[in-house]
T-cell receptor
C-alpha cells in the first residue's frame, strides 16, 4: 500500500535559519504530493503541492520539488520565522482521491 | 465559500455510548472524506464519498462505525458503543473531482474523548 515517511522531529531552529524536512514515499500509482501545516490550535491547511515529476510547489517562502527518481518531496525554507512554528505533514494522493499522511514533524523556531 | 465545518468541535462521552458527528463540506464539492488523527500521528483515512455514494472504507472502520451522506451534501459519522480507543480527532475534508488531482480542504475537526 501507499506510505509516507517523514523526518522525525521535533526540529528546533533559530530565526532566519535554513529549514529542511525530509519526506519520502511509496505509492502504487502516480501520486500527487502535498505538504500540509497545522498551527497550534488550528486545523490542517494546505501549504503547497506538486502533481508530477520535477514540479516545484511553493508558498510563503516554502518550496518542495517532486523527485520521482528518489521518491522524495523534501520541504525547504531559506529563512524561518517564529511564526513558522507548527506541525508539518507530508502527504500523497492517488487517483482514488484519499490521502496518505506522514506522522508529522514539529518545528519550533526560537527568536 | 465558508470552508469545511464540523460539529461539534469537542465531545466527551462515556464508554458504551453512541456519538454522531456532522461535516458540512464546501458547497458544490462532490467528494467528502473522513480521517482520524491520534496524538503524534498523521491523519488516517477512514472513508470517502463521491456525491452520496460511499466508495471506499478503510479496514480501520470497524462495524461500530457508520458514515452517511444522504443527499450528497453534509455527512454524518456515527460511532456506536464507543471505546476508549476511539478517542481521537475526527477530521472531515472535501474536494471537487475534476481534471487532474484535486486538493482536499480540511475542517477544524471534532475532538472525541471517551471516558
Amino acid at each position: 500500500g501507499d506510505s509516507v515517511t517523514q523526518m522525525e522531529g521535533p526540529v528546533t531552529l533559530s530565526e532566519e535559519a535554513f529549514l529542511t524536512i525530509n519526506c519520502t514515499y511509496t505509492a502504487t500509482g502516480y501520486p500527487s504530493l502535498f505538504w500540509y501545516v497545522q498551527y497550534p490550535g488550528e486545523g490542517l491547511q494546505l501549504l503547497l503541492k506538486a502533481t508530477k515529476a520535477d514540479d516545484k510547489g511553493s508558498n510563503k517562502g516554502f518550496e518542495a520539488t517532486y523527485r520521482k527518481e528518489t521518491t522524495s518531496f523534501h520541504l525547504e525554507k531559506g529563512s524561518v520565522q517564529v511564526s513558522d512554528s507548527a506541525v508539518y505533514f507530508c502527504a500523497l494522493s492517488t487517483n482514488a482521491g484519499k490521502s496518505t499522511f506522514g506522522d508529522g514533524t514539529t518545528l519550533t523556531v526560537k527568536p | 465559500d465558508t470552508g469545511v465545518s464540523q460539529d461539534p468541535r469537542h465531545k466527551i462521552t462515556k464508554r458504551g455510548q453512541n456519538v454522531t458527528f456532522r461535516c458540512d463540506p464546501i458547497s458544490e464539492h462532490n467528494r467528502l472524506y473522513w480521517y482520524r488523527q491520534t496524538l503524534g500521528q498523521g491523519p488516517e483515512f477512514l472513508t470517502y464519498f463521491q456525491n452520496e455514494a460511499q466508495l471506499e472504507k478503510s479496514r480501520l472502520l470497524s462495524d461500530r462505525f457508520s458514515a452517511e451522506r444522504p443527499k450528497g451534501s453534509f455527512s454524518t459519522l456515527e460511532i456506536q458503543r464507543t471505546e476508549q480507543g476511539d478517542s481521537a480527532m475526527y477530521l472531515c475534508a472535501s474536494s471537487s473531482k475534476g481534471l487532474g488531482m484535486e486538493t482536499q480542504y480540511f475542517g477544524p475537526g471534532t475532538r472525541l474523548l471517551v471516558l
